[in-house]
């Protein structure tokens, strides 16, 4: 499974951005993905979740509380990608952001991430 993020940049404090995530390879394996971010000198933390199998359009997601009702993950299964909408953008959520997949059989997957960044 090969994850590539796209849609970071800069943007000013409540502002909007869409991130993207497109899988390829045996997408048919991931059971479940999230989006994770790092922020400089802090550790890497999981921002939201969506706990579903890439053949089905719905299932359940998780997010952290640091951004539930800001952030909304998606995914739209005939493009094989995965987003995360982020609004009301404040500059603690400037950070790396990273796509992760889980497969079936326990394999994870990271994709190399996309810088985002607040202004105030």
């Known amino acids: 499974v090969q994850l590539v993020e796209s849609g970071g940049g800069l943007v000013q404090a409540g502002g909007s951005l869409r991130l993207s995530c497109a899988a390829s390879g045996s997408t048919f394996s991931i059971n479940a993905m999230a989006w994770y971010r790092q922020a400089p000198g802090k550790q890497r933390e999981l921002v939201a979740t969506?706990?579903?199998?890439?053949?089905?359009?719905?299932?359940?997601?998780n997010y952290a509380d640091s951004v539930k009702g800001r952030f909304t993950i998606s995914r739209d299964n005939a493009k094989n990608t995965m987003y995360l909408q982020m609004n009301s953008l404040k500059p603690e959520d400037t950070a790396v952001y990273y796509c992760h997949a889980r497969a079936f059989d326990g394999g994870k997957y990271w994709g190399q991430g996309t810088q985002v960044t607040v202004s105030s």
């Open positions: 969506m706990a579903m199998a890439m053949a089905t359009a719905g299932g359940s997601t």
